[in-house]
C-alpha cells in the first residue's frame, strides 16, 4: 500500500510516521471505548484509562501482552494488597494513595531486579513511560475501591483490561495501520461515528442480560 | 426473542435516562438542589415537607476542632453533605452503657469520638463526595423503625423510591436493608427492592442483588408480596410535591416511615437508578411515554393519573387466579330493562342482602310500570311475624304469580323497617363488564342515597375490595 499524499506531506515536515500513526490511532482507540460504553455497555475506568493502557500494551512490544497484563495484574494485586494493610490506620485518601504508589514502585524494581537476575531484561529494557502508566491506574482503582468495593473494582478492572486488548488487538494489526496511513482522512469518520453513539438511545447489550426478567414479561 | 425485541422498547436503559431525562429535565440547578442534602433539606422544610431533623453540622476542620461532643443525642445518623449512594453515612442507635462518649452501631461495635472525628474528617477533605471536593457533615435525628417493617428489615430503616415524571408517580420500589447490605436500603450494596402496586401502595414481586427474584425473606418464610405499605397517600404527595420544589423533572424521592413522625423525606435523585425496573418487573419508558405531554396541574391530579394508569396489577392478578372481578362497595352498573331500555347507575354493593332491589321510579323508566301498576292491586298482607311469613308467601305466589307477565315473583323482604311485600321483576344488569341476569325487588328509594342495591345472590361472580376507590 502506497501511503496517500496527506501522509507523505507529514512525513516530509520530519514528523516521524510511527509517530503520526500513533495520533491517528487515538481516535480510533478513543471511539472503540466509547462504543464499548453506548452500545456494549462495559463501563470500564472511563476513557482516559483504556485508551493509555492500550498504548502502553503497545509500547511493551513485541511481548506487549505478555508484560502488559502481567503488569496489570500485580498492579491492582499489590493494590489491594496496600489497601488492606493500610485500612486499620485511618489514613485520609491522598496520603493513602501516596503510599500505595510508593509500594507498587517498590515492588516494580523488585520485579524488574529478580528479572534481571534470571536474565530476562526484555521488561527492563523497555521505555518507563508505559511502566509509570501502568502503575498510575492505582488512583483509579484505589477510588473506584472506596466507591463502590472492592468486587465493582476489580470487575472495572478487568473491563478496561478487556477494551484495552481489544484496542492492542487493532491497533498492533499491521493493516489495519497501514490502512491508516494510506486513508488518514478515515479517522475523521470517527466523529460522525461519535455523534451516533452520543445520540443513541438504545438499550446497552449488557442491559439486555440485565433486565431479562423484565424483558421477559407478557 | 422478538418479544425480548418488542419489550426493549418499554424498558429504560441508561443511555436513555441520560439523554432523554436526566439531561434535559434535571438542569444544573435543580441537580445542585439534589446534591446538596443540607440546602434540599432547608427548601423542603420551608415547603411544609416533612425531613429529618438536623442536630448539627461541622463544616471545616476548626469546627471540628471546637466541636461540643456531649451535644450529640443518644443516637443520631452522621453523613456527608454530598454523598452518593449512601456511601459515608454513619448511624449509632444509643450511647454505650456508662460512658458519655462512645455510642453503639448496629452491628454492636462501638464508634467513639475518636472514630467519629476521624470519620467527620474523611468526610470533610471529600473522600464520600461526587466530585471529591471538600464537603460538610452533618448529624441528623435517627428515624425509628415501624413495627410493620420489623421482620423485613435487617437493622437498618427501609425507604420507598418513588420517580416521579412531570407530576405523576410513575413506578415506586419498596427497599429492604439485609445482613448483606449492611442495614443500608442500597439495591447496589445488596438491599432487597419490592416492587409497588402504586394503586394500593402493596408490595408486588421482589429483587435482591443485580436481578435475582425471589419470594421470601431469605431464610424464612415471610412472603415479600402483599405488605400493605401505611400512608400511601401521603407518601405519593410527598413525592409529586418534592418534584414541585426542587424542579427536577426526572426526580427519584426516597421517602422513610418514622414510627412516631410519619412519612418522611429522605433524599432526591436527580438520576435514579434502573433496578426499580426488576423490582416492579415492569418497564420504565413505557410508562413514562404515557405520561409525558399531559397537562398536569395539581398534585392531587398527578396522584391519581399514576394511581390509575400504574396501578391496579395485584386486582388483575387476583381476577385472573380467582376467576372473578374485583369490585369497590359502590359501582356503575348498566341495568338492562324491557326492549333494551339501558340505564347507568351507581350501585351500592350490599353483602347485608340476599336479593337485588331498586327504585320504583327507575324501575319504571326501565318499563316495569304497568306490572308495577298492577302489583298495586293485589292483597297488602303483611304477617306479624317470620313464623308465618312462609305459608302466606306460598298462598299469594300461588295466586298472582302468572297473572301478569312481567310479575317473576312476590316476596316478603326483611329489612331494617320491618317487612315489606315486593314484586320481583326479571332484569340483566352489567357490572364491570360482566352480564348478570338476575331477579329484583322493586321498592321505593327515593329518599335513599342509591337507588340501586346489589345483593349476595348476584355476587358469586366479583369479589368485593373495600379499599378500591369509588369513581
Known amino acids: 500500500m502506497e501511503f496517500s499524499p496527506i501522509t507523505q506531506f507529514i512525513v516530509d515536515q520530519n514528523v516521524p510516521a510511527q509517530t503520526m500513526a500513533l495520533l491517528l490511532l487515538l481516535p480510533v482507540v478513543a471511539t472503540l471505548a466509547s462504543f464499548f460504553r453506548q452500545v456494549v455497555g462495559i463501563k470500564a475506568f472511563g476513557i482516559y484509562t483504556p485508551s493509555i493502557i492500550t498504548f502502553a500494551l503497545l509500547a511493551f512490544d513485541p511481548n506487549g501482552l505478555k508484560y502488559g497484563i502481567a503488569i496489570f495484574a500485580s498492579v491492582i494485586v499489590i493494590g489491594m494488597v496496600t489497601r488492606y494493610v493500610l485500612r486499620r490506620f485511618r489514613l485520609l485518601y491522598l496520603p493513602r494513595v501516596a503510599i500505595t504508589l510508593s509500594v507498587i514502585s517498590f515492588s516494580m524494581l523488585g520485579i524488574l531486579v529478580i528479572g534481571g537476575a534470571y536474565h530476562r531484561t526484555g521488561l527492563a ?33 478487568a473491563e478496561t483490561l478487556g477494551i484495552s486488548l481489544v484496542g492492542y488487538a487493532l491497533i498492533s ?37 440485565r433486565f431479562l426478567n423484565v424483558l421477559r414479561q407478557k | ?70 451535644s450529640l443525642p443518644g443516637s443520631f445518623a452522621l453523613k ?39 470519620h467527620i474528617r474523611n468526610i470533610l477533605d471529600g473522600s464520600y463526595s461526587l466530585t471529591n471536593t471538600p464537603d460538610i457533615a452533618f448529624f441528623e435525628e435517627r428515624l425509628k423503625l415501624l413495627k410493620l417493617f420489623k421482620p423485613y428489615a435487617y437493622k437498618g430503616i427501609p425507604d420507598i423510591r418513588v420517580i416521579v415524571f412531570n407530576k ?123 405520561v409525558k405531554g399531559l397537562k398536569v396541574k395539581t398534585t392531587e391530579r398527578g396522584i391519581l393519573l399514576g394511581k390509575n394508569l400504574f396501578g391496579g396489577e395485584i386486582e388483575e392478578e387476583i381476577e385472573e387466579l380467582s376467576g372473578k372481578r374485583v369490585i369497590g362497595s359502590v359501582e356503575k352498573v348498566k341495568l338492562i330493562g324491557k326492549d333494551g331500555k339501558e340505564i347507568v ?24 310500570g304497568d306490572v308495577l301498576d298492577y302489583f298495586e292491586t293485589i292483597e297488602r ?50 357490572m364491570d363488564g360482566i352480564e348478570v341476569p338476575s331477579k329484583v ?9 342509591y337507588p340501586v342495591i346489589i345483593g349476595r345472590w348476584n355476587l358469586k361472580k366479583f369479589l368485593i375490595d373495600v379499599n378500591k376507590p369509588t369513581l
Open chain 2, 345 to 368: 347507575v351507581n350501585a351500592k354493593i350490599d353483602t347485608g342482602a340476599d336479593s337485588t332491589s331498586i327504585d320504583t321510579d327507575l324501575a319504571c323508566q326501565l318499563g316495569f
Open chain 2, 80 to 118: 456527608p453533605n454530598r454523598g452518593f449512594g449512601g456511601e459515608g453515612i454513619l448511624i449509632v442507635y444509643g450511647r454505650r452503657r456508662g460512658r458519655t462518649d462512645a455510642w453503639v452501631k448496629a452491628n454492636g461495635s462501638v464508634v467513639t469520638v475518636d472514630d467519629l472525628k476521624a
Open chain 2, 168 to 290: 405523576v408517580p410513575v413506578m415506586a420500589m419498596l427497599r429492604l436493608p439485609t445482613r448483606e447490605s449492611d442495614g443500608k436500603a442500597n439495591l447496589q450494596q445488596g438491599a432487597i427492592g419490592l416492587g409497588i402496586d402504586l394503586a394500593t401502595g402493596t408490595t408486588t414481586s421482589a429483587v435482591v442483588g443485580k436481578s435475582f427474584i425471589i419470594e421470601y425473606v431469605p431464610k424464612t418464610r415471610l412472603a415479600l408480596s402483599g405488605i400493605r405499605i401505611p400512608y400511601w397517600n401521603e407518601i405519593l404527595r410527598i413525592a409529586v410535591e418534592s418534584q414541585s420544589v426542587s424542579g427536577l423533572g426526572f426526580l427519584g424521592a426516597d421517602i422513610a416511615i418514622d414510627r412516631d413522625r410519619g412519612p418522611v423525606l429522605l433524599e432526591l435523585n436527580a438520576r435514579p437508578g434502573l433496578s426499580i425496573q426488576i423490582a416492579n418487573l415492569t418497564g420504565l419508558k413505557g410508562r413514562l411515554d404515557r
Open chain 2, 1 to 70: 426473542m422478538f418479544e425480548l425485541l418488542r419489550n426493549s422498547r418499554e424498558v429504560l436503559g441508561m443511555n436513555a435516562r441520560n439523554l432523554d431525562y436526566v439531561r434535559p429535565l434535571n438542569r444544573r440547578r435543580s441537580r445542585e438542589f439534589a446534591d446538596n442534602k443540607l440546602l434540599a433539606k432547608r427548601l423542603l422544610r420551608k415547603n411544609g415537607l416533612p425531613v429529618p431533623g438536623l442536630v448539627a453540622r461541622i463544616r471545616n476542620h476548626a469546627e471540628l476542632d471546637t466541636f461540643d461532643w456531649d
Open chain 1, 125 to 157: 529494557g523497555v521505555s518507563i513511560f508505559p511502566l509509570l502508566i501502568m502503575i498510575t491506574i492505582t488512583e483509579k482503582f484505589v477510588a473506584l475501591q472506596l466507591e463502590k468495593g472492592t468486587h465493582a473494582a476489580l470487575l472495572l478492572a
Open chain 2, 381 to 430: 298482607l303483611v304477617p306479624e311475624e317470620r313464623a308465618g311469613a312462609r305459608e302466606m308467601e306460598e298462598r299469594l305466589r300461588k295466586e298472582y304469580v302468572g297473572k301478569h307477565d312481567d310479575l317473576e315473583d312476590i316476596a316478603f323482604i326483611y329489612s331494617s323497617n320491618g317487612i315489606s311485600l315486593r314484586p320481583k321483576v326479571r332484569l340483566s344488569f352489567i
Open chain 1, 173 to 209: 494489526w499491521p493493516s489495519f495501520v497501514l490502512f491508516i496511513l494510506a486513508y488518514p482522512w478515515t479517522v475523521l469518520l470517527t466523529i460522525p461515528l461519535n455523534v451516533l453513539l452520543g445520540k443513541w438511545t438504545g438499550l446497552r447489550l449488557t442491559e439486555y442480560v
Open chain 2, 441 to 449: 325487588s322493586v321498592v321505593d328509594r327515593s329518599n335513599l342515597k
